[in-house]
């Protein structure tokens, strides 16, 4: 085990990345609840979410402990799962539509990792839109969590209105974002998990959280409940798109970070072993749409396994197991994923967390900031990343262009302006 993860040349020992592997387990196991929450309102079973869930995250944190030995953790990201269930809404599909869209992407994901295409896409998109979309997705899912919560509820003079913040599952809510809050503020390591943790005691206790049983046999796994046919008979390339462009920023931006912060980038910007990390990725996104969740991601909270010592893939092989532990406990985890007070502080602490590249939007520069701010804006307001990314993709080249740095533009986004154009002309409803 030592000389398979190179333990030696990694200047670290069994115990150190098994508590790391732990201590990422702890700060990312909050989304084998959410996510289940989160789908089963597009009508994905709660049984094939949780088992899907587990089934992405095992399969690309081994790939990431073996073939590009990094501390890095995979599971199904945060965003692109409410992003799912709004798409079924108003594409007016079923889930199995959108699984397939997913799949699509993830074998897209599989073939650029392959190729220098990632690169490519990667280096034409600028920072703002980047940035942006990260952060309009961020207010998209806190948005989310405002909502099931009932913190936040429709009105039909101002679309959205305060709720009756006197409700027990409000104030149960209310309750637990404030002991997250302090959690979190503390350093505390798994303070998204224990946050949830105490809200449902307090939610037993009130009578809203009602457990039957703690530990039972795993669920069967769904194997391919997907509409292929349908993505295109529907012309959901956009969709398709949404999922690819998320999934390649969210996991690149995050790999990149995770390994600055563990030493492993090199003097020339380069970080070895990059496209084994990146098909782990594409991989798990790949694998879960077979089984029945939405895209999978690097997780940042693998920068606390990374903190408690973890350098290696051992780290990662330690949090895959503690995944595949977890499928027996589907009964608790399906009670606690029934009451949104318990999951919705979770989406707004998490889409704070997101907000965090706004510090790096050029806000002086017009041409820059006005694309970044209307990604922002419209993804929350449209309940669409998608058309998020179409409004920044085709306001960043014209901007450009009327100011005069048209050259400064890569081709690819005045192919995607054209694009993005088209299909909001003739298509508007995709």
């Known amino acids: 085990m030592k000389k398979f993860f190179q333990l030696d040349q990694n200047h670290t020992n069994v115990k150190t990345e098994v508590l790391a592997g732990i201590t990422t ?12 929450a989160i789908l089963s309102n597009a009508g994905v079973p709660f049984d094939q979410v949780f088992m899907a869930t587990i089934i992405a995250a095992v399969v690309g944190t081994l790939i990431m402990a073996f073939a590009a030995n990094y501390p890095i953790a995979i599971a199904p990201g945060m965003g692109l799962n409410a992003y799912f269930v709004t798409e079924v809404v108003q594409q007016d599909v079923s889930y199995s539509v959108i699984l397939g869209a997913v799949f699509v992407a993830g074998v897209l994901f599989v073939i650029l990792s392959m190729t220098s295409l990632r690169k490519t896409l990667i280096m034409a998109i600028p920072a703002s839109l980047k940035y942006g979309i990260t952060s309009g997705i961020g207010l998209f899912i806190a948005f989310l969590g405002l909502r099931m919560s009932g913190i936040i509820v429709e009105s039909d003079s101002t679309l959205v209105t305060l709720g009756d913040l ?22 505390v390591t798994g303070g998204l998990f224990i946050g949830m943790f105490v809200t449902g005691v307090l939610g037993f206790f009130t009578g809203q959280l009602q457990i039957d049983q703690l530990v039972a046999a795993p669920p069967a796994p769904v194997f391919w409940d997907m509409d292929i046919a349908a993505v295109f008979s529907n012309g959901l390339y956009t969709v398709i ?32 072993r990059a496209r084994a990390a990146l098909m782990a990725d594409a991989s798990a996104t790949t694998v879960g749409a077979m089984f029945g969740t939405s895209p999978s991601s690097a997780y940042i909270e693998s920068s606390s396994g990374v903190a408690a010592g973890g350098r290696t893939g051992l780290t990662t092989f330690v949090v895959a197991g503690l995944f595949i532990v977890s499928i027996f406990f589907a009964p608790i985890v399906g009670a606690v994923s029934g009451l ?6 979770v989406l707004i602490i998490v889409g704070c967390f997101m907000m965090e590249g706004l510090a790096k939007v050029n806000w002086g520069s017009f041409d820059d900031a006005f694309p970044a701010f209307i990604i922002i804006l419209s993804m929350p307001l449209t309940s669409s990343i998608a ?44």
């Open 166 to 187: 006197t409700a027990p599952g409000t104030l149960l809510t209310i309750f637990g974002l404030f002991v997250t809050l302090a959690l979190i503020a503390r350093n």
């Open 25 to 36: 387990f702890l700060t990312m196991v909050y989304i084998v609840v959410v996510n289940p």
């Open 387 to 430: 058309t998020g990314i179409a409004f920044g993709f085709i306001t960043y080249p014209v901007l450009k262009l009327v100011v005069g740095k048209g050259k400064q533009v890569h081709w690819m986004l005045y192919m995607f302006a054209f694009i993005f154009i088209l299909q909001m002309i003739f298509f508007p409803g995709h």
């Open 340 to 345: 949104p007070a318990i999951t919705a502080p």
């Open 241 to 272: 798109f949404a999922f690819l462009l998320v999934t390649i920023f969210d996991t690149t931006g995050t790999m990149i970070g995770v390994a600055e912060q563990a030493g492993f980038i090199r003097k020339d910007g380069s970080l070895p």
